[in-house]
Nanobody, 123 residues
Framework: VQLQASGGGLVQAGDSLRVSCAAS????????MAWFRRAPGKEREFVAG????????DYAASVRGRFTIARDNAKNTLYLQMNSLKPEDTAVYYC?????????????????WGQGTQVTVSS
């Protein structure tokens, strides 16, 4: 399984950014997907998750209402639309593919991880 995250960059507070994750090597449409992030000096944390079909999603409280997770099963691609970005959103963002088909917020439910893409939000 390969998960290739892209789309990160340097933006200003209040800006929007969309990161993507291209998946290969496993039936993408059968498994849950998620975004996690790790900020400097902090533990990795859950950001958003989506079930196999895209019909169910979950978000961390810190991003709910600002971020939207989506998937295109025909393109084997996961997205994270980030609006109203804040400096505290600065982190490396990782996509992950689940072991099962539901929505999960714990990293133990995810068996495959991408290499991450850096998102930096300046104040």
């Amino acid at each position: 399984v390969q998960l290739q995250a892209s789309g990160g960059g340097l933006v200003q507070a209040g800006d929007s950014l969309r990161v993507s994750c291209a998946a290969s090597g496993r039936t993408f449409s059968s498994f849950s997907m998620a975004w996690f992030r790790r900020a400097p000096g902090k533990e990795r944390e859950f950001v958003a998750g989506i079930n196999w079909s895209g019909s169910s999603t979950d978000y961390a409280a810190s991003v709910r209402g600002r971020f939207t997770i989506a998937r295109d099963n025909a393109k084997n691609t996961l997205y994270l639309q980030m609006n109203s970005l804040k400096p505290e959103d600065t982190a490396v963002y990782y996509c992950a593919q689940g072991r099962y088909s539901g929505v999960y917020s714990v990293d133990s439910r995810y068996g495959y991880w991408g290499q991450g893409t850096q998102v930096t939000v300046s104040s």
